[in-house]
T-cell receptor, first 111, second 113 residues
Framework: AQSVTQPDIHITVSEGASLELRCNYS??????LFWYVQSPGQGLQLLLK??????LVQGIKGFEAEFKRSQSSFNLRKPSVHWSDAAEYFC?????????FGTGTSLTVIP | DAGVIQSPRHEVTEMGQEVTLRCKPI?????LFWYRQTMMRGLELLIY????????DSGMPEDRFSAKMPNASFSTLKIQPSEPRDSAVYFC???????????FGNGTRLTVT
């Protein structure tokens, strides 16, 4: 069965530091991959998506993610975190007929 | 583009009452999803529709839950009777179809006392 794993429940980084949020998926073929961000009291907002082609994809707010087929991973990165990036981040996989979300990683940014 | 619109934003009701949540998807989107989010269980897919037809309702927890999509621009999720364990944030999302990103509404926070 398809699944998405986000091994880090909570991460704390200092403002200006780099960030990497991990995501691993289980799926037989190359899936459609997404990262979403959720601020308190809000719905999920799409950060970026991977369908095919270049394995490094750029998203909004300075985020990027790299698809690594050999590792079944789609990690989210940002070179310099801003205080406004504090939120919940969700990785998602679309198998073509259903979306699967990870359990989320909560990001805290300290001054 | 107004995005996915959900109403109400907050709903507080007593156990046993009927609750109806509403969703207006983005115009032109053919797929509509209802999710429930809680601290304990995270995001759970309840049901999704393609072209107004329910495709998979295996996530609907009990017969107390029902969802309809009478036309392409409107969907409802009904809980009757409601119970305290139904307290959660309910999200509606829409997309143009398989392989496309989901666009989420801001959710309805339901509290059942």
């Amino acid at each position: 069965a398809q699944s998405v794993t986000q091994p880090d429940i909570h991460i704390t980084v200092s403002e200006g530091a780099s960030l990497e949020l991990r995501c691993n998926y289980s799926y037989g073929a190359t899936p459609y991959l997404f990262w979403y961000v959720q601020s308190p009291g809000q719905g999920l907002q799409l950060l970026l998506k991977y369908f095919s082609g270049d394995t490094l994809v750029q998203g909004i707010k300075g985020f990027e993610a790299e698809f690594k087929r050999s590792q079944s991973s789609f990690n989210l990165r940002k070179p310099s975190v801003h205080w406004s990036d504090a939120a919940e981040y969700f990785c998602a996989v679309d198998s073509g007929n259903q979306f699967y979300f990870g359990t989320g990683t909560s990001l805290t940014v300290i001054p | 583009d107004a995005g996915v619109i959900q109403s109400p934003r907050h709903e507080v009701t007593e156990m046993g009452q009927e609750v109806t949540l509403r969703c207006k998807p983005i115009s032109g989107h053919n797929s509509l999803f209802w999710y429930r989010q809680t601290m304990m269980r995270g995001l759970e897919l309840l049901i999704y529709f393609n072209n107004n037809v329910p495709i998979d309702d295996s996530g609907m927890p009990e017969d107390r839950f029902s969802a309809k999509m009478p036309n392409a621009s409107f969907s409802t999720l009904k809980i009757q009777p409601s119970e305290p364990r139904d307290s959660a944030v309910y999200f509606c999302a829409s997309s143009v179809g398989a392989g496309s990103p989901l666009h989420f509404g801001n959710g309805t926070r339901l509290t059942v006392t």
